[in-house]
């Protein structure tokens, strides 16, 4: 549900003066997010090196999405409690320190604390906007309005990356992080005149789950130790990742809808999906540019134009269901499902040494095309299943989901990296994860099909 009545507004747009602020302030903040992250999936080779961190590569990512999984269930509570003007500036403050720690790094550990206030700042956004889509939009435009975010992504995707690898190679890859500080503070000044319309919200009419934020820090503590504990093998490791997963099952079952890990019909599949959609598409995304930098000897430039498409495919296919209000999303989630399946694969031919590096233009392609059908329509079914008092809590869920399963897989690939290959001989790691993650999307297009309503 939203406030305003799509009955009686029809015809609302993103762009009247009642949204217009908002939107552009929405626009703006997700540009910024954008070009951090792809402009960091360029760098990483290169920063990694710089700092010998190459044993613990997947690492930068995976401190990001477990801060950012803490950060999501926070900002849920916060924004249901004090409305989303204010998760998005405690968002932004985050993310701007997160960016110059990261960008004055002397060595890998100051690195992943920089990534760690990112993860906090990021996830925290992203839960603001949610909620103030969901709350400020009506039904009918909500649609066009997570269509908009994927439409953010354009710009950073023409140039985020390349931008990303001649600082790479040109100056250095601390202007990667550096170089937003002042877009960040520029970003949330634009949007101050659009979170002061925001309306006051409703009192809580319902009981609040307890033990969120604590359940939360589990999850993120149990991720972390399984990870750690399957890159360095040993006795003492194996306790370690065992009592990772004692602390991240119980943990997952508080802080995801009842019935999610059963992939019951309704809200819990739905977020369930948009776990395993975001976490197999991340865990490979994270891998292009290290097989293409070491694999075929591209430039960092060059390896990031994969990403740049990639990003373009999402947003053009975002439209279609934006456009298309009317239709099923969950026809729009299983196609996505589908061609990321097929992205998947086709990076099988990428990861050999005998393999073509501009196959992987074309895999991204489809796979992020997948992307971009199946991530807002799940966005929107998210928020039609909410009611006004559960909006943040669910959009948290939703992006628990997709932090828990991205980060679980994002180190799955660390491991096989670890224990198969290197950073600088990856392919047969890469190449069984590839497969993997075929195996998983074919699995979301079983859970969604039509039949299962």
């Known amino acids: 549900m939203t406030i305003t009545d799509t009955a009686a507004e029809p015809k609302t747009s993103l762009w009247t003066a009642q949204y217009r602020a908002v939107s552009i302030g929405m626009t703006l903040l997700v540009t ?11 760098a990483m080779p290169r920063m990694v090196a710089d700092l010998r961190g190459g044993e613990l590569y997947s690492w930068p990512f995976t401190v990001f999405l477990v801060t950012s999984l803490i950060a999501n269930v926070l900002a849920g509570r916060l924004c249901d409690r ?11 403050i985050l993310f701007m320190a997160g960016l110059l720690v990261a960008g004055l790094a002397q060595s890998m550990w100051m690195l992943l604390i920089g ?26 435009v909500q649609p066009a309005a997570f269509g908009i975010l994927s439409a953010a992504w354009v710009l950073p995707s023409l140039v985020g990356p390349a931008a990303a690898g001649l600082l790479t190679e ?4 601390r202007w990667v992080f550096l170089g937003l500080v002042p877009l960040a503070l520029l970003g949330a000044l634009l949007l101050l005149p659009a979170v002061r319309t925001l309306p006051a919200r409703v009192e809580q009419t319902g009981p609040v789950r307890g033990g969120l934020v604590p359940a939360a820090i589990a999850a993120a503590l149990g991720i972390a130790a399984l990870t750690w504990a399957a890159e360095h093998p040993s006795l003492a490791t194996i306790l370690l990742g065992l009592a990772g997963l004692a602390m991240l099952l119980p943990s997952l079952f508080r802080l995801l809808p009842k019935g999610t890990l059963a992939a019951r019909p309704g809200l819990p599949v739905t977020i369930l999906a948009r776990g395993l959609l975001a976490g197999a ?15 075929h000897g ?13 990003a373009l495919a999402w947003s053009a296919a975002a439209v279609l269901p934006a456009r298309n209000p009317d239709v099923d999303r969950l026809v729009f989630v299983r196609w996505g499902f589908t061609l990321l399946a097929a992205g998947a694969l086709g990076m099988l031919l990428v990861t050999p040494t005998w393999g073509w590096g501009w196959i992987s233009f074309a895999a991204w392609i489809v796979a992020s095309a997948g ?5 807002s329509s799940l966005s929107v079914l998210t928020m039609r299943y909410s009611s006004l008092q559960e909006q943040g809590a669910n959009a948290a869920a939703l992006q628990v989901s997709e932090r828990v399963f991205s980060a679980v897989l994002v180190g799955l690939g660390g491991v096989l990296l670890a224990l198969l290959a290197s950073p600088q001989r990856p392919s047969i790691a890469m190449a069984i994860l590839d497969v993997a993650m075929a195996v998983i999307a074919v699995i979301g297009v079983v859970l969604v099909r039509p039949g299962r309503r």
């Open 281 to 295: 598409y991340t865990a490979i995304e994270v891998y292009v540019t290290l097989t293409l930098t070491a694999v």
């Open 115 to 140: 990534r760690a206030l990112q993860g906090l700042g990021g996830g925290t956004i992203s839960i603001a906007i949610y909620v103030m889509i969901a709350y400020v939009y009506p039904e009918r």
């Open 371 to 375: 992307m971009g059908l199946g991530y």
């Open 298 to 310: 591209y430039s960092p430039v060059l390896a990031g134009l994969p990403l740049t498409v990639g």
């Open 82 to 92: 004090r409305g989303p003007a204010f998760g998005l500036y405690t968002g932004v």
């Open 170 to 173: 040109h100056a250095s890859w």
């Open 32 to 42: 910024l997010v954008a070009f951090e992250n792809l402009g960091v999936n360029t």
